[in-house]
């Protein structure tokens, strides 16, 4: 059974298309390198100054592991703060 960390932020202080590359260039690389690693998707809604990141992971540990690494509150990146960190169970997907 596999397990997700979900992040959603309030990217309105970030540049699109900046933030875009750093999803692509620096976070996405980032995640790969993490223990039990399966895959992510990163969402953004820029026009909402909404983001969700979905790290999915093989076991509740690797997978809360990241979930507690990263508190609300948290500026991770310029113009993003954390507005949520929490773990689920992967239950289905295709």
């Known amino acids: 059974?596999?397990?997700?960390?979900?992040?959603?932020?309030?990217n309105s202080g970030e540049e699109p298309e900046a933030g875009r590359r750093g999803l692509r260039e620096e976070l996405t690389p980032a995640?790969?390198?993490?223990?039990g690693f399966q895959s992510s998707l990163f969402l953004t809604a820029y026009e909402r100054g909404a983001g969700l990141g979905v790290v999915v992971f093989e076991t509740l540990e690797h997978a809360a592991g990241l979930a507690n690494s990263i508190k609300v509150g948290t500026n991770i990146h310029p113009g993003v703060t954390v507005t949520a960190s929490e773990v689920m169970e992967?239950?289905?997907?295709?």
Do not use: K, N, Q, W
């Open 31 to 35: 995640m790969r390198a993490l223990p």
């Open 90 to 94: 992967v239950s289905a997907s295709a």
């Open 1 to 10: 059974m596999a397990y997700a960390a979900l992040i959603t932020v309030d």
